[in-house]
């Protein structure tokens, strides 16, 4: 897998919580799994969490490190 396409897949998590590919194009691979995870828990506090939602985030972890082993 390319940066390139790991990096299409997060932006593509992130069209869950709203995030357009322009709103991610100046954030880092970090900074997206950051503001997932802030995301996810502040959720999780409302009670509003979706069940996928942990999963989701679990396979932006790894795609992050995928894109660290590519750098």
């Given at each position: 897998m390319t ?5 299409q897949?997060?932006?593509a ?10 709103m ?5 691979a970090?900074?997206l799994?950051h503001?997932?995870a ?5 959720r999780?506090?409302l009670?509003s969490?979706e ?6 985030l679990?396979?932006m972890?790894?795609?992050v490190?995928?894109i660290?082993?590519?750098n």
């Amino acid at each position: 897998m390319t940066a390139t396409s790991i990096r299409q897949r997060l932006v593509a998590y992130m069209a869950r919580y709203g995030f357009t590919p322009a709103m991610c194009e100046n954030k880092t691979a970090d900074q997206l799994l950051h503001i997932a995870a802030m995301l996810v828990q502040h959720r999780r506090y409302l009670g509003s969490l979706e069940p996928d939602e942990i999963i989701r985030l679990d396979e932006m972890e790894k795609l992050v490190a995928q894109i660290r082993g590519l750098n």
